[in-house]
């Protein structure tokens, strides 16, 4: 009998694929994990705390280094609780604007997950392919909004900006090519039997439990349970576009992955859909609000899916032009939760499998 | 299965070889800035009224303003943006109401010293101001008060 | 230009007639063995550089473009980088294994590079038992890459290693059970001998299950994706080369490259017809045919690597022991099989 040992593996902060500066502790027998500790933190800034010491305005820029590669999305949870708190109407243009932005964010964001989940793989070119086109998405929201990742976007009360001559046709253009750039990785990671062999039947994540877990996001999706803000509560005008929501079966790696991969086509849907709509609305962008934002005192909680899961902005007022409090609920952070027993057992490469299919974003995490 | 995938990755990869480049070469090509981008920061100094909004919108106080009073009208002597500390999140902009403080296209703003960093829009002296003028300007004030 | 290396080879011979036979035969080996180094490491250099251009290419990117024309000279320009770099040796490590192992890391390679016919006639060293020695040569360089994890005393160096040696050893056996197919067609251990035996019909035709075999175990004997277990960038940081920096991470580098190249030289060779023209283009010499075939066969393991996705240890292990030397076993038995019914049937 061979007498063997475990040891301890600090995965990180510094290892290139934990997406930013996330650490595991990892107990390993041989090459297979025992015991995985999450460790976060590298990265805390401390938004919530700056919030405090920030007029509702101000706090804006600062969600957008939260979730930075869908960072439309978390000006949009934030403005939501913010509007929600002062009872603001929003002109409905702006909720197109804010539609269609948001989900060209949503398609950023997720082109790096699927990105470098293949990168994750070891499938070099299908991260640059995908990044070719989230340039020509960031290259819209440059556009639109003068940046590329931190935009800014989202107004209490509306959208910073309409949008600019020709600027709809541009993207309607670019979502008529997105289709057979879809198909393109498909062919490349999804349909590659390498991939599935790495993927498939690995960390797999049970419905019940991903929901005891409060995992949301494509990653409970992936798991077969049907719950997208976006159809489930439809916020916004979600409820005027026809659209599906992608589940998965058996709740491992490959359907998270696949999840993101189909919700992408989703997303072509909706934009095409809302440019439809929006041609024939006509009006403000911006709604009738104070130039100094003073909500009454009370609090208000706003949830949005973004690409990593349901955001939630808690926003507490005291009368006072700055929030007493704010709150964020952080899906990658939440999502994160299960990790130590979804690794257990399973080798030190497909930590990496798990890790990158989870689509944590590390902003976010540590807030 | 058993292999088709393979095949087709290499297709795609073969495929990519051959087909045009996404990439541009930086120096020498450069893709059009957006008139909307959010380069370095330009003031008019004529239109600015000194009103300060700017330097109260931003998030991270990076906009300090000097003024003097001339006459009765305020004299902007000195605006200096701390760039470091810069989001460029646009609400300086948004915030002015003459229009005077405009992003502009410029988004090389590398420096060799740190103290070489900090963007001053605005440095000069304020005007002296002669008796005449001011007891021309206080009347005109009271005109205006009456 | 058929003769010209031979050529060379002659008329320095002729022009050493005052020394002894001896002497000058000693002579023109060593010209010989300094040519096939310069041309390993020039091609190493190269190797790179390609590699680096079929990248981009497949990427949507151009690749390296700025240093010397079309980029020819980035590599050139890395490696005196490289040079001008401190090594850096970290207290726990075992210094002279930790040393010793990027300069042993290259002899293999050259060693293996002496008995490779390059064309007509154009083998340093024409051995009997070429085969034979170049398989035992190469897999030694598993040693190598042993020592270097080990002596590393970094976690993630010792695991890449651990499996450099797993997966030495479940490769060699399928490589050389495959290759066993061809020696047994050809009778013979000599390398020019089986490039002769394929002057009419190549052995990727009669042995096609022994070529893809030999291609997959040689693709991962060289470490290269989807093989790329012991460097495995995206888990293991990099492997056994994490804790080496400048020239002694420079010399793993360009070793892989030469390694490749042996790979692709021992596929041309064994399978693809070495240095014969196919479809009678008999005006083109031997030995540019050799390196075109060559360099095919080192575009398609380049495509192989910018293509596919990493495989799992236990995945990998699975493959060489249930799939590949089940059936490098049955192609012997097939082959067996033919060659007694082409005697009996007597052609």
């Known amino acids: ?367 | 299965m058993f292999g088709k995938g393979l095949v087709k990755g290499m297709q795609i990869t073969f495929k990519e070889f051959w087909s045009p480049k996404a990439t541009i070469q930086y120096p020498e090509h450069q893709n059009p800035i957006p008139d909307r981008y959010h380069g370095r920061f330009t003031l008019d100094v004529d239109k600015c009224i000194a009103c300060g909004m700017c330097a109260n919108a931003c998030p991270n106080k990076v906009i300090s303003l000097q003024k003097q009073k001339v006459g009765t009208k305020q004299y902007l002597t000195n605006y200096v943006m701390k760039i470091y500390y810069c989001l460029f999140c646009g609400l300086c902009v948004e915030s002015c109401p003459k229009d005077a403080l405009h992003f502009s296209k410029v988004i090389n703003m590398n420096q060799y010293h740190f103290s070489d960093i900090p963007l001053v829009l605005v440095q000069r002296e304020a005007p002296a101001v002669t008796a005449e003028s001011e007891v021309a300007a206080s009347k005109t004030s009271d005109k205006e008060g009456e | 230009m058929e003769n010209l290396f031979v050529g060379i080879a002659d008329g320095l011979r002729s022009s050493l007639g005052g020394l002894p036979p001896e002497l000058g035969e000693a002579i023109v080996m060593l010209v010989k063995l300094v040519a096939i180094l310069v041309f390993i490491l020039v091609n190493a250099l190269w190797l790179v550089y390609m590699e680096r251009k079929v990248a981009g290419y497949m990427q949507a990117r151009i690749g390296p473009n700025r240093v010397g024309p079309k980029g020819l000279l980035q590599t050139t320009c890395d490696i005196g980088k490289l040079i001008c770099k401190e090594i850096i040796i970290h207290k726990d490590t075992d210094k002279v294994v930790f040393m010793l192992a990027p300069v042993l890391v290259f002899v293999p390679t050259l060693m293996v590079f002496a008995v490779i016919p390059f064309g007509k006639n154009m083998a340093a060293i024409d051995m009997n038992i070429g085969l034979l020695y170049l398989l035992a040569i190469a897999s030694t360089s598993t040693i190598i890459f042993w020592m270097a994890g080990w002596a590393s005393n970094n976690k993630y160096s010792l695991i890449g290693s651990m499996r450099s040696v797993a997966q030495m050893v479940s490769y060699e056996l399928p490589m050389v059970l495959a290759i066993l197919g061809v020696i047994m067609i050809t009778g013979s251990l000599n390398m020019s001998d089986i490039i002769a035996a394929q002057e009419h019909t190549w052995f990727i035709f009669t042995q096609p299950i022994a070529f893809l075999i030999f291609f997959i175990a040689s693709v991962s004997e060289c470490n290269r994706a989807p093989f790329d277990l012991i460097e495995g960038e995206s888990e293991l940081v990099n492997g056994f080369n994490t804790e080496y920096g400048g020239m002694a991470f420079a010399m793993f580098y360009l070793a892989e490259y030469a390694n490749m190249l042996v790979c692709c030289a021992m596929v041309t060779i064994l399978f693809l017809g070495g240095w014969h023209a196919p479809f009678g283009l008999d005006f083109i010499p031997s030995w540019l045919w050799f390196f075109i075939k060559m360099y095919i066969v080192m575009f398609v393991i380049m495509q192989l690597r910018w293509t596919y996705p990493r495989i799992r240890v236990d995945q990998l292990m699975g493959f060489g022991w249930k799939v590949l030397v089940p059936l490098s076993l049955a192609n012997i038995f097939v082959t067996g099989i033919g060659m007694y019914i082409y005697r009996a049937i007597g052609w």
């Open chain 1, 1 to 367: 009998m061979i007498r063997t040992q475990e040891y301890n593996l600090n995965f990180g902060p510094q290892h290139p694929s934990t997406h930013g500066v996330f650490r595991i502790v990892l107990t390993l027998d041989g090459e297979r994990v025992v015991k995985a500790e999450p460790i976060c933190g590298y990265l805390h800034r401390g938004v919530e705390k700056l919030a405090e010491a920030r007029t509702y305005t101000q706090v804006i820029p600062y969600t957008d280094r939260l979730d930075y590669l869908a960072a439309m999305l978390q000006n949009w949870g934030y403005v939501m609780a913010v509007e929600k708190l002062m009872q603001v109407e929003v002109p409905e243009r702006a909720e197109y604007m804010r539609v269609i932005c948001g989900e060209l964010s949503r398609l950023a964001s997720h082109l790096i997950a699927i990105g470098t989940y293949s990168l994750d793989i070891g499938a070099f070119t299908g991260f640059l392919l995908a990044f070719r086109e989230r340039e020509t998405t960031m290259d819209l929201l440059e556009e639109l909004t003068g940046s590329r990742m931190t935009l800014s976007y989202a107004r209490i009360g509306g959208v910073a900006d309409d949008a600019p001559e020709g600027w709809l046709d541009k993207v309607d253009k670019f979502m008529d090519q997105m289709p057979a750039c879809i198909d393109e990785y498909d062919g490349l990671i999804t349909g590659n039997e390498i991939f599935q062999a790495r993927t498939m039947q690995i960390g797999v994540l049970k419905p019940e439990t991903a929901i005891n877990y409060s995992i949301s996001g494509p990653s409970l999706r992936g798991s077969g349970v049907d719950y997208d803000l976006r159809k489930a509560k439809p916020y916004s005008v979600y409820d005027r576009f026809d659209f599906e929501v992608p589940l998965g079966t058996n709740g491992d790696c490959f359907d998270r992955f696949d999840c993101r991969m189909k919700e992408m086509r989703q997303i072509v849907r909706i934009v095409k859909q809302a440019i439809e709509q929006i041609r024939e609305i006509d009006g403000p962008v911006r709604g009738k609000v104070p130039k100094v934002i003073k909500p009454p005192a009370g609090d208000a909680y706003a949830e949005i899916e973004t690409s990593k899961g349901i955001i939630g902005y808690y926003v507490v007022s005291d009368g006072s032009p700055k929030p007493y409090r704010v709150h964020v609920r952080r899906p990658s952070f939440i999502n994160l939760g299960y990790l130590d027993e979804m690794l257990r057992g399973y080798l030190v490469a497909d930590v990496v499998a798990i890790l990158g299919s989870l689509d944590i974003m590390l902003g976010e995490v540590d807030c």
